[in-house]
Nanobody, 115 residues
Framework: QVQLVESGGGLVQPGGSLRLFCAAS????????MNWYRQAPGKERELVAI???????DYASSVKGRFTISRDNVKNMVYLQMNSLKPEDTAMYYC?????????WGQGTQVTVSS
């Protein structure tokens, strides 16, 4: 079965950096685009970044230039490098994959940006 397990979240000061990890299993990883979403308290879940099977990337305007998504098709991993973090980046971050049979989500990893 499809499993996505996120890690790497934590508490960081404004201006700091974090690297998020998503370990994927249960499907042919290299065949699918991978996504990072986030959801802050009281807000809707939003797409943060997406990486295609070929490595093309796209980002929400709010994170462009600060976040970088990447993937390792050998290790079945997706990464989100987050730099110059702001308090408004505070949220639960989720890894997601969308297949014909449905969408699959990890359990999330909490990122808190605060001094």
């Amino acid at each position: 079965q499809v499993q996505l397990v996120e890690s790497g979240g934590g508490l960081v000061q404004p201006g700091g950096s974090l690297r998020l990890f998503c370990a994927a299993s249960g499907f042919t990883f290299s065949d699918y685009a991978m996504n990072w979403y986030r959801q802050a308290p009281g807000k809707e879940r939003e797409l943060v970044a997406i990486i295609s099977t070929g490595g093309s990337t796209d980002y929400a305007s709010s994170v462009k230039g600060r976040f970088t998504i990447s993937r390792d098709n050998v290790k079945n991993m997706v990464y989100l490098q987050m730099n110059s973090l702001k308090p408004e980046d505070t949220a639960m971050y989720y890894c997601a994959v969308f297949q014909v049979r449905g969408g699959f989500w990890g359990q999330g990893t909490q990122v808190t940006v605060s001094s």
